[in-house]
């Protein structure tokens, strides 16, 4: 028989053992848990610094706390101003399961589905811009965008521009997933804005999107994909894609 004798330093959390014995939960849902409750109140939590000081993943992370909203040990809630806008991010950890909060939970789960279906709307808005077929294929404007379209074309091979719609495609589709981690709705794209998109990744540093994303998905409120742009645009030159040219 082993024997396990406990060695206290100074540095301790005190808990409360109705988390540490739920046989529902994983010992890395209750690892994550200890973590976040020996952390000092109103501590801004942010899962990729947690990530830092783990082998998990931010993916594994955000899984785990899924794991602790559903079974009633965290509320995730967005804060709203005195203009209905919404702000920060407001977590609450309780060391007992409480059942309003996993009620919560559900009820946001049940809601998303019907939340996914209403970007279909945005199709038509799409659809109508057809302007191009009137009498005014001789004006300037016309003229610049062609001439625009042209230079992209010969600046970027079929290859490239194959290559930067499949990051545009996994970008936007990890966005989705980081507003549903968030609760918050997905955010929709037009034709011209995925374009955008599309020319303001190339020779980009891409490894810097998936906290494009986040970022987006946390302060990109008013004006989402605008802000998902300006982000892009603002990240660094791939130097090694430089380099091989």
């Avoid at 014995?21 to 890395?28: A, G, M, Q, T």
């Avoid at 082998?55 to 040990?73: C, F, M, N, T, V």
Wanted: charged share 35%; glycine share 4%; net charge positive.
């Amino acid at each position: 028989m082993v024997k396990i004798k406990k060695v206290y330093d100074k540095h301790y959390t005190v808990i409360n053992n109705s988390v540490l014995n739920d046989v529902s939960l994983k010992c890395e849902d209750k690892g994550l848990f200890a973590y976040l409750w020996s952390q000092a109140d109103e501590w801004d939590f942010y899962a990729k610094e947690v990530a830092k000081h783990s082998a998990d993943s931010e993916d594994k992370i955000y899984k785990i706390l899924r794991k602790l909203e559903e079974h009633g040990y965290l509320l995730r809630e967005r804060q709203r101003n005195s203009k209905g806008q919404l702000k920060a991010n407001k977590w609450y950890l309780s060391e007992t399961p409480k059942q309003k909060w996993i009620n919560i939970f559900k009820k946001r789960s049940v809601n998303k589905k019907p939340i996914r279906q209403n970007p279909k709307q945005v199709k038509p808005d799409l659809e109508k811009p057809n302007m191009e077929k009137t009498d005014l294929t001789s004006t300037n404007c016309n003229k610049y965008l062609s001439k625009q379209v042209k230079n992209l074309n010969k600046s970027l091979s079929k290859g490239e521009r194959e290559r930067d719609k499949g990051i545009v495609k996994m970008l936007l589709n990890y966005l989705d997933i980081c507003a549903e981690q968030w609760h918050s709705k997905p955010i929709t794209f037009s034709e011209s804005e995925v374009q955008k998109l599309i020319k303001a990744v190339h020779g980009k540093d891409i490894r810097g999107l998936k906290e494009v994303a986040e970022k987006t998905i946390i302060y990109g409120e008013q004006y989402p994909q605008g802000y998902l742009l300006s982000c892009i645009k603002n990240l660094p030159k791939d130097v090694n894609k430089g380099e091989s040219k």
